[in-house]
């Protein structure tokens, strides 16, 4: 949730984050009124409840023929008193409502528009030359990695077994990133997947995206489509001990997705499925923190595609493609020979206070003081990497070659057909 203070001490930087998004800077008024509104109504019930206390307190003192008429008046204030708390939780929820349609304020330097309009930071590794090369479908199908056909059957579309070889390049990859942040740091969590609506509100996931995921209506729970969700709500409604630094996870988990509006779009093999696998970096720290700690988890992303020796590019995601909860966001794409152009892979978000506001996730300050806390995520591994590294290591008879990284997890340098 965006930071009332900031709306009111500079809600023009507000506007200019929401027409960087494409989304209505009008919002912004109508949460200082909401505001204002509410700041009121607060008054006012406070104002009320001491009257009340005082004529209470009142009637004791009282002489016996004027307790009759006091009595009277402090019942009168107390349903005074009622009304006002009902004014009071009408304008909470109205400024909740409209606070909860703001995204959060963007980092000076995002570039403003939508979905192509990113800048790219840096390119990495060299192109592959492969004469007409084959898609990961069809590499997988070959080496028998993976079986689309009996996913669906069992499952629906975009459902798959991964099988084999498959199954072991996908554990090692996992097993690998496990590996890089567990040496960096990391504490290392398996999560639950299902969570509370609380939980997936507060990490900003059931705004505009609320189609994307799944939930079980009979126990009023979501599938998580990130454990960054989980690892979230970890510390929900806690005062974190942040002395020492940042505290970081890193989870393994399957991860939903309902893929909702995006028929017809990458329908073959595994680039967009309802499930996947996915190890997530995920740190709490102090705002002034945020920073250095986005750059570090780029980093670490970047030297896990250096390990698993892709070509890739870094873009800075423009302010419209963000998602509510980023104030800046770093997608690493890469390569993919079969279609000619770079595909995202990995990405990383700083979602400065916006998160931990909405979940009471906070810290002390030196003075002992409560603070908000930031918090960020970091994608480490997907099972999507291996479109990428099956098709950049493809060879001219079908097999696949395996980075070295990941050779000692599988037992072998090359798939063979």
């Keep these: 949730m965006i930071d009332v203070k900031l709306v009111r001490e500079n809600p023009d930087r507000v506007r200019a984050s929401q027409r960087s998004r494409g989304?209505?800077?009008?919002?912004?008024?109508?949460?200082?009124?909401?505001?204002?509104?509410?700041?009121?109504?607060?008054?006012?019930?406070?104002?009320?409840?001491?009257?009340?206390?005082?004529?209470?307190?009142?009637?004791?003192?009282?002489?016996?023929?004027?307790?009759?008429?006091?009595?009277?008046?402090?019942a009168e204030l107390a349903a005074k008193v009622k009304e006002a708390e009902a004014a009071q939780a009408r304008a909470d929820e109205v400024f909740d409502e409209?606070?909860?349609?703001?995204?959060?304020?963007?980092?000076?330097?995002?570039?403003?528009?939508?979905?192509?309009d990113f800048v790219v930071l840096e390119h990495v590794g060299e192109i592959p030359?492969?004469?007409?090369?084959?898609?990961?479908?069809?590499?997988?199908e070959g080496l028998g990695l993976?079986?689309?056909e009996r996913g669906a059957k069992v499952s629906g579309s975009r459902f798959y077994f991964m099988k084999g070889h498959g199954a072991l390049f996908q554990m090692a990859l996992l097993q690998l990133a496990v590996q890089k942040a567990v040496?960096?740091?990391?504490?290392?969590?398996?999560?639950?997947?299902?969570?509370k609506p609380e939980v997936m509100a507060g990490t900003g996931f059931l705004g505009a995206h609320a189609d994307e995921?799944?939930?079980?209506?009979?126990?009023?729970?979501?599938?998580?489509?990130?454990?960054?969700?989980?690892?979230?709500?970890?510390?929900?409604?806690?005062?974190?001990?942040?002395?020492?630094?940042?505290?970081?996870?890193?989870?393994?988990?399957?991860?939903f997705r309902r893929e909702a509006g995006s028929y017809g779009k990458d329908t073959r093999g595994i680039i967009r499925v309802h499930q996947f696998d996915k190890i997530e970096m995920f740190v709490y720290c102090k705002p002034e923190d945020a920073e250095a700690e986005h750059q570090r988890l780029l980093n670490w992303e970047k030297e896990m595609l250096a390990a698993v020796e892709v070509p890739y590019r870094v873009i800075d995601v423009a302010a419209g493609d963000l998602g509510s909860s980023a104030a800046r966001k770093f997608d690493s794409e890469a390569w993919v020979p079969s279609q000619g152009r770079y595909r995202e892979l990995t990405s990383t978000s700083?979602?400065?206070?916006?998160?931990?506001?909405?979940?009471g996730i906070r810290y002390r300050d030196e003075d002992g003081r409560p603070q908000i806390a930031a918090t960020l995520n970091g994608t480490l591994a997907t099972t999507r990497w291996l479109v990428a590294i099956w098709e950049n290591h493809q060879q001219p008879d079908g097999s696949v070659r395996v980075p070295a990284a990941l050779q000692p997890f599988i037992g072998t340098d090359v798939l063979r057909p």
């Design 183 to 195: 040496a960096n740091g990391f504490t290392l969590m398996i999560p639950p997947v299902l969570v």
């Design 146 to 148: 993976l079986d689309m």
């Design 350 to 359: 700083n979602c400065t206070t916006f998160q931990a506001r909405r979940l």
């Design 213 to 255: 995921i799944y939930r079980l209506e009979a126990d009023d729970l979501y599938l998580v489509g990130t454990s960054e969700v989980p690892l979230a709500g970890y510390h929900m409604d806690e005062i974190l001990d942040l002395s020492n630094g940042p505290v970081r996870y890193a989870a393994q988990s399957s991860c």
């Design 98 to 116: 409209v606070a909860r349609k703001i995204g959060n304020v963007i980092i000076d330097g995002v570039p403003a528009g939508g979905e192509d």
């Design 23 to 74: 989304e209505d800077p009008a919002l912004v008024d109508a949460l200082l009124s909401a505001d204002a509104d509410r700041r009121a109504a607060v008054l006012a019930a406070d104002t009320l409840r001491a009257e009340h206390k005082a004529s209470s307190k009142s009637i004791g003192k009282a002489a016996p023929e004027d307790r009759k008429a006091l009595v009277a008046a402090a």
């Design 129 to 140: 030359e492969i004469e007409n090369p084959k898609d990961h479908l069809e590499l997988a």
